[in-house]
């Protein structure tokens, strides 16, 4: 069982060969998207990160992705990705700090970049909303260790730095 991508999302290894099917779990070029949405676990980039963690630690020779070629390095490549989400959990904190006012998801995504030289503006409708989910994930995440603070009010959700880390 290998959540984060999806609930329900499994990746199978035969110890035998050194061979994994890792459907959509560990893509070879592209990350995996990992939101929150409706259908999502409450913290689905936590279930993500720790799946990441055990899936890496298998001796498997060979990838078998649900997109792409069949690749090699599976322990880098799901160095890469940790990296990855690492870096946008970072972002998130360095736009809380550099404006500390709340802000909803969908402004944090809105400053967000979106891979190599693209911005929000660069998105499309359908890439926008996966962004905000993602963006949402994340900010969840941040908020489960205690390092963003969630403010839920009027019918909105808004998060900022907690006042012990809120720059003066």
């Not at 560990?26 to 055990?54: E, F, K, Q």
């Not at 001796?59 to 989400?85: I, Y």
């Not at 190599?116 to 962004?131: N, P, V």
């Amino acid at each position: 069982w290998t959540p984060g991508h999806s609930a329900g999302h499994i990746c199978l290894f035969d110890s035998s060969r050194k061979v994994l099917l890792s459907g959509d779990h560990v893509l070879p070029h592209i990350t995996p998207s990992v939101g929150l949405h409706v259908r999502a676990a409450s913290n689905p980039l936590a279930d993500y990160i720790d799946s990441l963690h055990l899936i890496g630690r298998l001796e498997a020779e060979l990838v078998l992705p649900g997109h792409g070629d069949p690749f090699q390095g599976l322990p880098e490549r799901t160095a890469r990705l940790l990296e990855h989400h690492q870096r946008r959990l970072d972002e998130i904190l360095q736009l809380l700090a550099a404006e500390p006012v709340s802000h909803s998801a969908y402004e944090l995504a809105a400053r967000m970049h979106w891979g190599r030289r693209r911005t929000w503006d660069d998105l499309s409708g359908f890439e926008r909303r996966l962004a905000v989910t993602e963006a949402l994930a994340h900010v969840e995440l941040l908020h489960a260790r205690g390092q963003v603070h969630k403010v839920c009010t009027d019918g909105s959700i808004r998060y900022t730095l907690p006042e012990d880390q809120t720059p003066q």
